[in-house]
């Protein structure tokens, strides 16, 4: 056994011997390899340094190229506002001065109980042009078919200093913030019914007040409240020329007014002045056409709006001065605002308390309160239904005036359908007590 590990161990080491005998490593095989691989390392380098050197050249290229692109769009903005300076100076406006034209309309037909069914149409353009970053002018004028005539008004006409992110004040006619309907609900397009709430003179007869606007002047901003997350407080006062009476002579037809729903509070036509029991005779107001104030006492009123979260808003409201002579007058109001999603409810209340011609005063008093819902969370598989009744919201109103002599009561009923974001289609039902029940269509815009 050792003998033949031996022979093998020998064996080996002949067979080693007979490798190296037959591939001897000279010295000059190892230099002639190391040569190749510095030469090999150097064109390695050399390549790196070239393509450093290609993209330093291209990085210059690009920078040159920004550099005249930066040029020419200087060069181009310099000759605009060298031309817009050259018409401003022209023109002589401010360089900040900026226009924006916006409005509302609406086409109509009304079918009343016991009356002709008619169409009616309204367009009111609404301008707004800024002078400068915090001074702004709003006019609004207003076109509406009535009877045989075209009635053409002004609705706003109003400008704006921004003060602050807190303050602003307003002079001129404005839309009073008696309540919430009048300054924000009112255009056709944002209002969910084709008429007008009960209390504002919504049937074309009674009411309390119609939607309120004056000319003089208002403060008026919001700011937040660290209660709840959204939660702020919002606030306007006003002194304006306030309301004309009706005179007691006119048996229903006002004095100093158009005679329309949109500003007067008036009796029905043909009804008598009502003896109050006093020796006095009731008085009616009549709002937004005391242009020219025809005495020197004014109306101071406002409205304070609180938001204790960010979707719903209870807010309180008042008015009060001397409409002539010694006719004092006092009207205060509340209103809520809750939104969710698609729901929208809206509630508001009224009194109105003025002195009478003679002695004694006339009250009235009314509230409504209305609910909506868009159904746009409703999936449907089917896009073109899914989209048609996506598009509609159903509405409910209801509401009652306490007013001399009568009571005025509505149940309203509604759907909307949203043919784009800012036209509805709408249709409603009235069933009124004391005033004829009607049905209402109406094809409202905005824009």
Do not use: C
Request: hydrophobic share 35%.
């Amino acid at each position: 056994m050792r003998l033949n590990n031996s022979i093998f161990i020998f064996l080996l080491i002949i067979s080693f011997l007979l490798v190296f005998a037959l591939n001897p490593v000279s010295a000059q095989d190892t230099d002639g390899e190391l040569k190749i691989l510095k030469e090999e390392i150097r064109r390695l380098n050399q390549r790196v340094e070239d393509l450093e050197k290609q993209r330093a050249e291209e990085k210059k290229m690009v920078e040159q190229v920004i550099r005249d692109q930066e040029e020419s769009q200087e060069q181009a903005s310099t000759s605009i506002g060298s031309y817009v300076d050259e018409r401003i100076q022209k023109f002589g406006i401010f360089n900040t001065s900026k226009t924006l034209f916006t409005g509302y309309g609406a086409v109509g037909f009304n079918k009343a109980d016991g009356n002709p069914s008619t169409f009616s149409a309204v367009f009111a353009p609404v301008f707004h042009y800024q002078l400068y970053k915090n001074l702004h002018v709003i006019i609004e004028p207003e076109f509406e078919l009535e009877d045989d005539e075209l009635e053409i008004g002004l609705e706003i006409g109003e400008i704006d200093f921004f003060l602050n992110d807190y303050v602003t004040l307003s002079a001129g006619k404005i839309i009073l913030p008696f309540n919430v309907f009048s300054q924000r609900f009112h255009p056709t397009w944002i209002n969910k019914m084709p008429s007008r709430p009960i209390i504002y003179g919504g049937h074309d007869e009674g009411g309390i007040v119609p939607v309120l606007s004056d000319i003089g002047a208002q403060v008026s901003g919001g700011f937040a409240l660290n209660m709840f997350e959204g939660s702020k407080i919002n606030y306007a006062f006003y002194l304006v020329n306030g309301p004309r009476i009706e005179s007691e002579d006119d048996h229903g037809e006002e004095s100093g007014g158009d005679d329309n729903d949109e500003t007067t509070t008036t009796a029905n036509e043909g009804d008598e002045p009502e003896e109050n029991g006093n020796g006095g005779t009731q008085t009616n107001l009549v709002f937004g056409n005391n242009f020219t104030d025809i005495n020197s006492n004014k109306a101071f009123g406002g409205r304070i709006g609180l938001l204790p979260v960010w979707n719903w808003e209870v807010g309180g409201s008042l008015m009060f001065g001397d409409a002539e002579d010694d006719i004092n007058f006092f009207m205060y109001g509340f209103d809520t605002e809750y939104q969710y999603r698609g729901l929208l409810v809206l509630a508001e209340f009224i009194h109105l308390k003025n002195d009478n011609v003679g002695s004694g005063e006339t009250k009235k008093t009314g509230y409504y309160a209305q609910g909506s819902y868009r159904l746009s969370d409703i999936s449907i598989e089917n896009r073109y239904l899914g989209g048609f009744i996506n598009g509609l919201e159903p509405v409910f109103r209801y509401g009652k005036n306490y007013l001399p002599g009568r009571d005025e009561e509505q149940y309203a009923i509604g759907l909307d359908w949203w043919l784009l974001s800012s036209v509805p289609l709408k249709i409603a039902y009235e069933f009124n007590d004391g005033l004829p029940d009607r049905v209402l269509l109406q094809w409202a815009f905005g824009f």
